[in-house]
Nanobody
Framework: RVQLVESGGGSVQTGGSLRLSCVAS????????MGWFRQAPGKEREGVAG???????RYADSVKGRFTISKDNAKNTLNLEMNSLKPEDTALYYC??????????????????????????WGQGTQVTVSS
């Protein structure tokens, strides 16, 4: 089972930036698609950004133009550059991955959202707090 470890969370002021990283134990078919999700207390987990091995990149509307997802296959690392942070971005951020079977043909993004249930492997989360 692929292991995912997030890092880079922290506390910043509104308008600040953070870079999150997720290191996978190894890149296999289990990391065909990868994404960042977040969850605040009392709220549903939501997809923030995702990328797959076919080059598809998707973002939640709330972060478009502010966040950038990328991956470095050589380093088994997924990154999320977060700029112009807002208090609404405060949440526990999770790195997740899914197989080609679960994420086929861009199916991990539909109805205008990244589909949480397509990602079977999850990291422990890293906290992002944005103060106003």
């Amino acid at each position: 089972r692929v292991q995912l470890v997030e890092s880079g969370g922290g506390s910043v002021q509104t308008g600040g930036s953070l870079r999150l990283s997720c290191v996978a134990s190894e890149y296999t078919d289990s990391t065909y698609c990868m994404g960042w999700f977040r969850q605040a207390p009392g709220k549903e987990r939501e997809g923030v950004a995702g990328i797959d091995s076919e080059g598809r990149i998707r973002y939640a509307d709330s972060v478009k133009g502010r966040f950038t997802i990328s991956k470095d296959n050589a380093k088994n690392t997924l990154n999320l550059e977060m700029n112009s942070l807002k208090p609404e971005d405060t949440a526990l951020y999770y790195c997740a991955a899914g197989s080609s079977r679960d994420c086929y043909s861009g199916s991990w993004y539909s109805f205008g959202a990244i589909q949480t249930d397509r990602f079977a492997y999850w990291g422990q989360g890293t906290q992002v707090t944005v103060s106003s």
